[in-house]
């Protein structure tokens, strides 16, 4: 059983920055894939970011978040982090962590939120103008 429980979300006002944490327990978290999906009243859950077990591989962020948003992970205490910068009102949701034990090799199956097994409850993020 591995519990992934969010933390760091809030109110920020646009162009400001936040940070929010997942911490894992329950599981061998240095072997999981670790993402960030967010979901938006009356929207479709929509991929974040996502960083394999094996740093060294790549990271890999959806096209409205690039250039702003930093996924890292600290193995030692097995906790995951979404930097988010620049925020924008339409960054506006719920932001939920997932782990899955799969390599990212020679597929793209974790942008699909489908593809998860475990998932955090859930942080509000409210970006206001």
């Known amino acids: 059983q591995v519990q992934l429980v969010e933390s760091g979300g809030g109110l920020v006002q646009a162009g400001g920055s936040l940070r929010l944490s997942c911490a894992a327990s329950?599981?061998?978290?240095?072997?999981?894939?670790m993402a960030w999906f967010r979901q938006a009243p009356g929207k479709e859950r929509e991929f974040v970011a996502a960083?394999?077990?094996?740093?060294?591989?790549?990271?890999d962020y959806g096209d409205s978040v690039k250039g702003r948003f930093t996924i890292s992970r600290d193995n030692a205490k097995k906790v995951v982090y979404l930097q988010m910068n620049s925020l924008k009102p339409e960054d506006t949701a719920i932001y939920y962590c997932?782990?899955?034990?799969?390599?990212?090799?020679?597929?793209?199956?974790?942008?699909?939120?489908?593809?998860?097994?475990?998932w955090g409850q859930g942080t509000q993020v409210t970006v206001s103008s």
């Open positions: 960083i394999p077990w094996i740093w060294s591989v790549s990271t």
């Open positions: 997932a782990a899955e034990a799969r390599s990212f090799y020679g597929s793209s199956w974790y942008l699909n939120s489908n593809e998860y097994t475990y």
């Open positions: 329950g599981g061998a978290f240095s072997r999981y894939a």
